[in-house]
């Protein structure tokens, strides 16, 4: 079982590299339109649990920020923080909600902690960057609303079709 989670997470990790570039062929800004790596960290959470998930959670952004210098190292902070939550959140709810529960809580989850990581940067640290304030964090919640969308829409498809095929995890061991 250990082996089938560090592959799946292996897989995730390459996916949520990939994603984003793949997205950027549609412009610079579309990683912020639609949230291309928050997809693999979600199934991250979904199919391999909580304490998996945060592995992928914080290795893909890191991971990803080296290699493709995207997400940029002050937004690479606050990422990490957010993905995290995705993962552990959407790990700990997985099988006991239905699917479209678990993401919707988990991703309003990983937006509060997200505003709450800008509060705490802005007023604890003094930070000034341009998306860290109150119009930048509700106006990248609106920008963000398509990727929400097809989180909403692709997630539970994929799921559904890898539980269908088998491809679920069928004993998680968290």
Do not use: D
């Not at 959670?57 to 923080?81: N, R």
């Not at 909600?97 to 509060?119: A, D, K, M, P």
């Amino acid at each position: 079982m250990r082996v089938r989670k560090i592959v799946y997470g292996g897989l995730l990790i390459a996916l949520g590299i990939i994603l984003p570039q793949l997205f950027h062929v549609f412009g610079q800004t579309a990683g912020q339109t639609f949230l291309p790596m928050h997809i693999p960290v979600l199934l991250a959470g979904l199919l391999i649990g909580p304490y998996w998930g945060l592995c992928v959670a914080i290795a893909t952004p890191i991971l990803s920020s080296l290699i493709t210098g995207m997400p940029p190292v002050p937004m690479l902070y606050f990422m990490l923080v957010e993905l995290a939550t995705y993962a552990v959140i959407s790990g700990l709810l997985s099988g006991k909600l239905n699917i479209y529960l678990n993401l919707i809580i988990t991703l309003v989850c990983g937006r509060i902690v997200y505003g709450l990581g800008l509060v705490a940067a802005v007023n604890l640290f003094g930070m000034t960057f341009k998306f860290a304030n109150t119009t930048a964090f509700f106006g990248g919640i609106v920008t963000g609303l398509p990727g929400i969308a097809i989180q909403l829409v692709f997630i539970p498809i994929i799921m559904y079709a890898l539980k269908k095929g088998g491809l679920t995890l069928a004993k998680q061991s968290r």
